[in-house]
């Protein structure tokens, strides 16, 4: 545990990148061997449009990495943060650091953009995707980046998180972003029982139907406790789903990259429909 957590205290930007770009690929491939839905679209073109919201993030995540350091390096030096509040060996601190980590960077600002509308008119432009595929792990406006950004750095500084359960922690939400909303078709048996812990590829397609209250359901990025445990679980039929938003389902509104930078700023349209398994 302690080279794992050493390894990842030092690696790399370029090393990150390339685990990133290699993920993408890997799930890019599966798709075309097990697909969940086949999607009649142009894949690049898609692709295109959602690794350039990728970019975006990838370029703010630099801006304010150093940020990120610093508060890590202080909540070291000052011996502050939930994980100095008692002596603890090693693997426990990791697996606690990740789920702060996980719970406020992840699941509680997702939950806040469901909840507060001009911060959900950010995140809309993540729920118009009408074709989930490994590309829409990643596709956050730039104003979302920076709110759930500012929300991982502050739970570092509340876990007093050293840089390297951070870096790992980061790894780790990039790879269940993309396994999660990759077209792949998934063991229902095997997803279900790995739902208990963690969030599974059938568990979050659930959140990406077009239609409330199902769009208001399963936050979790790495760790399904937390929707569990605040009753924010949902299950359907991978035959039921539609994916997209109800709002915006036109492709002038969920193809076309200029407005897709505008959504933020639009006129708020109220949901229209109501999911019924009728």
């Given at each position: 545990m ?6 990842f ?14 993920g993408?690929?890997l799930?890019?491939?599966l ?11 142009k894949?690049?073109?898609h ?14 995540g ?7 350091l610093k ?5 070291v030096d ?7 509040l008692?002596?603890?060996p090693?693997?426990?601190?990791v ?12 699941y509680?600002i ?18 118009t ?9 990643l ?10 950004l ?16 951070v ?7 990039i790879f ?7 077209n792949?078709n998934?063991e ?22 077009y239609v409330?209250?199902l769009?208001?359901t ?10 569990r445990?605040?009753?924010?679980f949902?299950?359907i039929?991978?035959?039921d ?15 076309h990259?200029?407005?897709?930078f505008?959504?933020p ?11 019924s398994?009728?």
């Amino acid at each position: 545990m302690e080279s794992i957590i050493s390894y990842f205290s030092s690696i790399p930007s370029e090393t990150r990148t390339v685990l990133l770009v290699s993920g993408i690929a890997l799930f890019w491939v599966l798709e075309g061997v097990l697909p969940l839905f086949s999607f009649q679209y142009k894949k690049i073109k898609h692709a295109g449009i959602n690794l350039l919201f990728t970019l975006i993030q990838l370029l703010i995540g630099l801006l304010l990495a150093g940020l990120l350091l610093k508060v890590s390096d202080w909540t070291v030096d000052n011996n502050f943060g939930v994980l100095r509040l008692f002596a603890m060996p090693l693997w426990l601190k990791v697996i606690l650091g990740l789920m702060i980590l996980d719970f406020i960077g992840a699941y509680f600002i997702h939950w806040l953009e469901h909840q507060v509308k001009w911060m959900w008119k950010f995140h809309i432009v993540h729920h118009t995707d009408t074709t989930v595929d490994v590309t829409t792990g990643l596709r956050h406006h730039p104003g979302e980046t920076i709110f759930r950004l500012s929300f991982t750095i502050l739970a570092v500084a509340i876990a007093g998180a050293p840089i390297g359960i951070v870096m790992l922690y980061q790894t780790c939400s990039i790879f269940f972003a993309h396994l999660t909303h990759a077209n792949i078709n998934t063991e229902s048996t095997l997803d279900d029982v790995l739902s208990y812990v963690f969030v599974t590829p059938n568990m979050h397609k659930v959140h990406h139907h077009y239609v409330q209250p199902l769009t208001d359901t399963n936050y979790g990025n790495i760790f399904s406790l937390w929707d569990r445990l605040f009753g924010t679980f949902a299950k359907i039929n991978n035959s039921d789903l539609v994916y997209g938003l109800d709002t915006h389902m036109e492709p002038e509104a969920s193809e076309h990259i200029g407005n897709l930078f505008k959504i933020p700023f639009q006129p708020y349209r109220p949901p229209i429909g109501k999911f019924s398994e009728e």
